[in-house]
């Protein structure tokens, strides 16, 4: 079963740089989500992408962008990264409605040092 | 506006022992309600959902929650504790009219299972 695909799985940035997290949502699935999960606490919603749109966001700066490509896959980017950019990036797909819930990969972590 | 409070960030039971975890929400709609668990070093997983149907909603692995809308409430329930519970668990509040985006996690609860 195709669940969702991210990668990296680990990555190390220096503060000031930018990084670039992928995902591959599940099979049958178009909508894509990403979430900020700090230590210790619940993810936090970035955006999500529809038709290669974004279609609603949380409350990130614009440091952090993001992209849907035509196949359903995503991109997140963050630049000019901050030490409290470190986290657990997890994306999460569904069908546009969610009444079925998200199905979520393991996840990117990235620290920033 | 919504929010999701957890009630308990952590839970201890024995095995073999009931479990509850609490979980009260606020929605200016009428929400979908979600429970995740989530392993160490592992993404989260669907538990169960309720979605407007029937109040009472039963999971995977013996887990059910009751949607109570009187009391905003959508409390997760296990009859017996398995050691394989062990895990990070998380209610989600998305609202349900509005077909995008943002659904709303509360902070988690840590379950532990003693043997």
Same mark, same amino acid.
């Given at each position: 079963d195709a669940g969702v695909t991210q990668s990296p799985t680990h990555l190390i940035k220096t503060r000031g740089q930018q990084v670039t997290l992928r995902c591959s949502p599940k099979s049958g699935h178009d909508t894509v989500s990403w979430y900020q999960q700090a230590l210790g606490q619940g993810p936090q919603f970035i955006f999500q992408y529809y038709e290669e749109e974004e279609r609603q966001r949380g409350n990130?700066? *614009?440091r952090f962008s993001g992209h849907q490509f035509p196949n359903y896959s995503s991109e997140l980017n963050v630049n000019a $990264? $901050? $030490?409290? *950019?470190s986290a657990l990036y997890l994306c999460a797909s569904s069908l546009p409605t969610q009444d079925y819930g998200y199905t979520f990969g393991s996840g990117t972590r990235l620290t920033v040092v | 506006a919504q929010s999701v409070t957890q009630l308990d960030s952590h839970v201890s039971v024995s095995e073999g022992t009931p479990v509850l975890l609490r979980c009260n929400y606020s929605s200016s709609y009428s929400p979908s309600l979600f429970w995740y668990v989530q392993h160490p070093n592992k993404g989260l997983q669907l538990l169960l959902k309720y979605t407007? &149907? &029937?109040t009472l909603v039963k999971g995977i692995n013996g887990f059910e929650a009751e949607f109570k809308k009187s009391e905003t409430s959508f409390h997760l329930t296990k009859p017996s504790a398995h050691m394989s519970d062990a895990a990070e668990y998380f209610c989600v509040v998305t609202p349900?009219?509005?077909? &995008?985006g943002k659904s709303t996690f509360g902070d988690g609860t840590t379950l532990t299972v003693k043997p």
């Open positions: 990130f700066p *614009d $990264l $901050l $030490l409290g *950019d | 407007s &149907a &029937a349900w009219e509005t077909n &995008a």
